[in-house]
């Protein structure tokens, strides 16, 4: 089995910042893309940012030159340093990894369950 669990959400005022954190664990064997997504009330889930195993990152526009995904595979964990935080950035955020484990030799899609990120004055 193998989860990922996110930690570090919570309530943030108007150009604060959040780090988000998302460890995977389990029979792991290996890890491809990780990434966070984020789906706000009423919204449909949308992809903020992934990173590949090697360190390449891609972010959607909308948190370009503030949101910043790193990982440390080491610890089969990536984060989401987010800076200049908006209330339109309110959301679950979900972290999602590309999973191989030692019993099943492709990758399967795995998610977390969620983290509330709130930015209000």
């Known amino acids: 089995q193998v989860q990922l669990v996110e930690s570090g959400g919570g ?14 664990s389990g029979s792991i064997f290996s890890i491809n893309v990780m990434g966070w997504y984020r789906q706000a009330p009423g919204k449909q889930r949308e992809l903020v940012a992934t990173i590949t195993t090697g360190g390449m990152a891609n972010r959607a526009d909308s948190v370009k030159g503030r949101f910043t ?6 610890k089969n964990t990536v984060y989401l340093q987010m800076n200049s935080l908006k209330p339109e950035d309110t959301a679950v955020y979900y972290c999602n990894a ?4 030692f019993y099943r030799g492709d990758y399967d899609l795995y998610w977390g369950q969620g983290t509330q990120v709130t930015v209000s004055s």
């Open 11 to 24: 309530l943030v005022q108007p150009g604060g910042s959040l780090r988000l954190s998302c460890a995977a």
């Open 69 to 74: 995904i790193s990982r440390d595979n080491a």
């Open 98 to 101: 590309q999973i191989a484990t």
